[in-house]
């Protein structure tokens, strides 16, 4: 087991602050990963979740709180992949229904993208929204994430149906070109 990358980034941006999750946030976040159009893609969260699987989580991913004017909007992760050969980062987004719509969360993946360009050297990025998540694809798409394919039965929806989801990727070069 993996304890948490210990250089978690603090990115600001525009209108964006990108920061290591804190206890201070759980209670924000659990009412957030609650909201109906968070928990359509998230599933069932609450306290004692975002602190054991976010907050003290084990594995290699890094969880930054999405701030927006001091209040917290939502979540940003990513994953390192550490073998060499394979080397590329996976991330994944989530935001508040107060915060969704109004270019947050392309502003947000671009700062994590720019910093795990410039610092930790990656040059491929993945991401895989549900496929009928129309809302995050279009928003990953204005970050320059383009569709690979659909990965067919990848995730368990709330509801316990298997749903499709669509792998998305960006290369470096791309981004830069942007």
Do not use: K
Request: hydrophobic share 45%; with cysteine; charged share 25%.
């Amino acid at each position: 087991m993996h304890s948490r990358p210990p250089d978690a980034p603090v990115l600001r941006g525009e209108r964006v602050l990108l920061r290591p999750l804190e206890e201070r946030d759980v209670a924000a976040l659990a009412a957030i990963l609650a909201e109906p159009t968070v928990a359509e893609w998230w599933g069932d969260w609450d306290a004692a979740r975002v602190r054991a699987e976010l907050l003290h989580q084990g594995g290699e991913d890094t969880v930054l709180a999405i701030e927006v004017g001091g209040e917290i909007a939502g979540l940003l992760q990513f994953y390192e992949e550490p073998d060499t050969q394979y080397r590329h980062a996976a991330l994944d987004i989530s935001l508040g229904a107060a915060h969704q719509g109004l270019g947050l969360g392309p502003e947000a993946l671009r700062l994590a993208v720019r910093h795990l360009i410039e610092v930790r050297g990656h040059h491929r990025f993945t991401i895989d929204p549900a496929v009928c998540n129309e809302r995050a694809i279009r928003a990953y798409a204005a970050v320059g994430f383009e569709p690979v394919g659909v990965l067919r039965r990848y995730e368990r929806a709330p509801g316990g149906d298997w749903r499709d989801g669509l792998l998305m990727d960006l290369l470096a070069d791309e981004f830069a070109a942007l």
